[in-house]
């Protein structure tokens, strides 16, 4: 049962490296955003696989125009009294 899980492991960890091997070679022409219309911006993303050293930078669309940066703020620390 364990050598299944590895074997299958292997096979998911190909797929996904094939996938990403695929993404960082294609041509990405201009795009509109479909909410709004708007020139789609390209942004370079790092992709990295754990525990093998394979990693990918690639170039996905952003709208800069529906996409707002969410900040999460923390709750105020508060001292026990």
Known sequence: MKNSNKSTNGVMVEQIA???DSQS???RED???ESCGSKMNY???HFWLAGN???WNIRLPV???CVQPKVNKLPAHR???
């Open 63 to 65: 709208c800069a125009i």
């Open 53 to 55: 050293g394979m990693a």
């Open 31 to 33: 795009a509109s955003c």
């Open 25 to 27: 070679i294609q041509y």
């Open 43 to 45: 942004r370079e993303f």
């Open 79 to 81: 001292d026990a009294a």
């Open 18 to 20: 094939n996938f990403l």
